[in-house]
């Protein structure tokens, strides 16, 4: 039987990911310790979202949870601890900002903050927060028309990749001589092992105790994973061997790997690495 093998949560979207052992499942993705799954997210000077398709340095901007604040790190930076407490409503800014076709309001965070961003990416920027009262949900084409949230993920609440796809992947980029890849990669939300390589893609539900998940869509893949998350830097792009079987025709021919996922029940339940996965298939 699968196991889950990864839980990762992404505090800020396209920055480094946050590796837990347990972590509390909501219909918009991840949650730990009050923190959800790309809820803040770095803006241009016009309010569109940064990502490390423009700006790779940012998988070098690592955070973590630290009592009543998110703590952050970047090379040659002093930290950066940015809280987690909401603003007063007398004191709240808000920015529209844009992340891929949707718009919508935010918190914008202090100017001390935007600066530390600016200096870490060599580019004008802010940070910002996904604000409560915002709405934004999946593309309705791949949920069966349910509203399913989501905050600055790309277009859906979890992403899910089995280890037996990426193994395949390795022993092709190998076999040309070429060095494996990393699943991080492909920043997944979820990893199952004990799976066998896309079986993923072909399974109508993810069960776990208590909650279950079902993958809605391939993820087509941008250049992304050719980035370095250890170094910032792009490197070799596994792209153009997955190219060569993973053409999707579902996503009019995209190069697709891993599943996203939405919740079908147990929103509140507790995801732990460790636990068995019953994959239900597609009849």
């Known amino acids: 039987m699968p196991i889950l093998t990864e839980l990762n949560l992404y505090p800020i979207k396209s920055c480094a990911g946050i590796s837990l052992r347990e972590a509390t499942l909501t219909a918009a993705g991840l ?8 809820e803040w997210m770095i803006v241009d000077e016009n309010g569109d979202a940064l990502t490390q398709r423009e700006y ?14 998110l703590e952050l790190r970047a090379p040659g930076m002093l ?16 920015i529209r900002v844009q992340v ?14 935007a600066l530390w961003f600016s200096n870490a990416l ?23 028309d349910a509203e399913v949230p989501v905050l600055f993920s790309d277009g859906y609440p979890m992403l899910v990749i089995g280890t037996g796809s990426l193994e395949d992947l390795n022993e092709k ?3 040309q001589g070429r060095s494996p890849v990393p699943m991080n990669r492909f920043r997944p939300n979820l990893v199952f092992s004990d799976i066998a390589p896309f079986e993923e893609d072909l399974a109508d539900v993810y069960q776990f105790e208590g909650a279950a998940l079902k993958p809605v869509k391939p993820c087509p893949r941008c250049p992304l994973p050719s980035v370095d998350q250890a170094s910032g830097e792009f490197g070799p792009d ?8 993973r053409a999707n025709p579902k996503v009019d021919g995209s190069i697709t790997f891993g599943m996203n996922a939405v ?10 690495v460790g636990q068995n996965v019953g994959v239900d298939p597609v009849f």
């Open 79 to 94: 930290r950066l601890e940015v809280p987690l407490g909401l603003p007063a409503p007398e004191d709240e800014k808000l």
């Open 56 to 69: 790779p340095k940012m998988a070098l901007i690592a955070p973590r949870i630290k009592a009543d604040t």
């Open 238 to 245: 596994p792209l153009d061997i997955l190219g060569t079987y």
């Open 100 to 113: 891929w076709d949707d718009q919508v309001d935010a918190y914008d965070c202090d100017d001390t903050t």
């Open 31 to 38: 949650m730990s310790e009050q923190i959800y799954d790309r």
């Open 173 to 175: 980029l190998v076999a």
């Open 122 to 144: 060599g580019v004008k920027c802010r940070l910002v927060r996904f604000h409560p009262d915002a709405t934004r949900y999946s593309s309705k084409k791949w949920t069966n």
């Open 263 to 272: 919740v079908l029940n147990g929103e509140g339940s507790i995801l732990r």
